[in-house]
C-alpha cells in the first residue's frame, strides 16, 4: 500500500487560503469517504482536524475545511495565521485488509 | 477527558522485540464504540500506521508489518500493547497510541508519543 501524496511544502500570506491536495487512488481515497486530516507541530503528537472529508471535531476553527473529487482530496484553510504553520497530514480507510494509509505530509508556512 | 499514555523501553536491540504499552484514562478500552491503535514516525519522515485492536480483541494490521506485529487489549488494566519482533534500525520512530471511534472518526486522541531507538 502507497502512501497517499502530498506537496511536500504550501504557502500563503496571513489572511489569504492555502489548499493542500492528497492524491491517493480508488482504493482509497476515491473508494471511501472517510478521508482525515492532521495538524502536527514540530515535536508533538499530531491533531485531528477533518474527518469524513469535510466534518470538522469540536473546537477546530472553521478556517479549516475539507473537499473531495474522485482520488484527491484537499483542506483548505482560509484566512491563514500565523499559528497555522505546521506539517499537515491526510489519511484515507483503505479497505478490510490494509485499514489506514497516510499521506506524505505538507509543510505550510504563513508569509 | 480521554488521556492515552504510552510506556515502554527507549532503547532496543537488532533483532529482539519492541514492547510498548499505552494505558487508557477516562474511557473503558472495552467500549464498543472505539478501537484502539498504534502509529509511528520515523526520525524526520511521515506518519505510519501499525495496526488496530477492538474492544472484543480483533486486531487489524498493516501489511507490511503483520508478520512482525502483535497488538493485543488487557481489560483488567485499561491497557492495550504493541509488540514487534525482529526490529531493525528502520523501526527507529515516534511510536503514538491512538484512539479511533468506530463508524469513521479515526485516531481522534493520541498520546504524547515515546521514541524509541533500535540500535546495539
Known amino acids: 500500500q502507497s502512501a497517499l501524496t502530498q506537496p511536500p511544502s504550501a504557502s500563503g500570506s496571513v489572511g489569504q487560503s492555502v489548499t493542500i491536495s492528497c492524491t491517493g487512488t480508488s482504493s482509497d481515497v476515491g473508494g471511501y469517504n472517510y478521508v482525515s486530516w492532521y495538524q502536527q507541530y514540530p515535536g508533538k503528537a499530531p491533531k485531528l482536524i477533518i474527518y469524513e472529508v469535510t466534518k470538522r471535531p469540536s473546537g477546530v476553527p472553521d478556517r479549516f475545511s475539507g473537499s473531495k473529487s474522485g482520488n484527491t482530496a484537499s483542506l483548505t484553510v482560509s484566512g491563514l495565521q500565523a499559528e497555522d504553520e505546521a506539517d499537515y497530514y491526510c489519511s484515507s480507510y483503505a479497505g478490510s485488509n490494509n485499514f489506514y494509509v497516510f499521506g506524505t505530509g505538507t509543510k505550510v508556512t504563513a508569509l | 477527558q480521554v488521556h492515552l499514555q504510552e510506556s515502554g523501553p527507549g532503547l532496543v536491540k537488532p533483532s529482539e522485540t519492541l514492547s510498548l504499552t499505552c494505558s487508557v484514562s477516562?474511557?473503558?478500552?472495552?467500549?464498543?464504540?472505539?478501537?484502539w491503535g498504534w502509529i509511528r514516525q520515523p526520525p524526520g519522515k511521515g506518519l505510519e500506521w501499525v495496526g488496530s485492536v477492538s474492544y472484543s480483541g480483533g486486531t487489524y494490521y498493516n501489511p507490511s508489518l503483520k508478520s512482525r506485529v502483535t497488538i493485543s487489549i488487557d481489560t483488567s488494566k485499561n491497557q492495550f500493547s504493541l509488540n514487534l519482533n525482529s526490529v531493525t534500525a528502520a523501526d527507529t520512530a515516534m511510536y503514538y497510541c491512538?484512539?479511533?471511534?468506530?463508524?469513521?472518526?479515526?485516531?481522534?486522541?493520541w498520546g504524547q508519543g515515546t521514541k524509541v531507538t533500535v540500535s546495539s
Open positions: 477516562g474511557d473503558s478500552i472495552t467500549s464498543t464504540s472505539n478501537f
Open positions: 491512538v484512539r479511533d471511534v468506530y463508524g469513521g472518526i479515526p485516531h481522534d486522541v
